[in-house]
């Protein structure tokens, strides 16, 4: 493999299951909430086949809600949610 110079894909390694040990993270602009535009890069993500999703302090709770029905692992930074199944961790 090294002769050819060959790498493997980490996406298509993806397509079969396996984890591609990459995580999306997402820092709100925290004068701009815009859950439309959050939502809009959380599907990127989940197209980038990300395993797990860090996502700052911003966003409102519909989109944590949203999240957290999804199978893709999600952890609040600096922000802890109640009631939903969303990790997170705040000073």
């Given amino acids: 493999m090294e002769r050819l ?6 996406i298509a390694s993806a397509l079969t299951g ?3 040990c990459t995580l999306g993270l997402l820092i709100p602009h925290v004068a ?4 439309e535009r959050m ?5 990127l993500l989940e197209q980038k086949s990300v395993d797990g999703i860090l996502i ?3 966003g409102g709770a519909d989109i944590l809600a949203q999240l ?24």
Avoid: C, M, W
């Fill in 68 to 91: 957290a029905e999804k199978p893709l692992p999600t952890v609040t930074i600096a922000r802890e949610v109640q009631g939903l199944p969303v990790s997170g961790f705040a000073e």
């Fill in 39 to 43: 939502l809009a890069y959380i599907r």
């Fill in 18 to 20: 396996k984890k591609t």
């Fill in 5 to 10: 110079n060959y790498h493997p894909s980490v």
């Fill in 56 to 58: 700052g302090t911003g």
């Fill in 32 to 35: 701009n909430n815009q859950d």
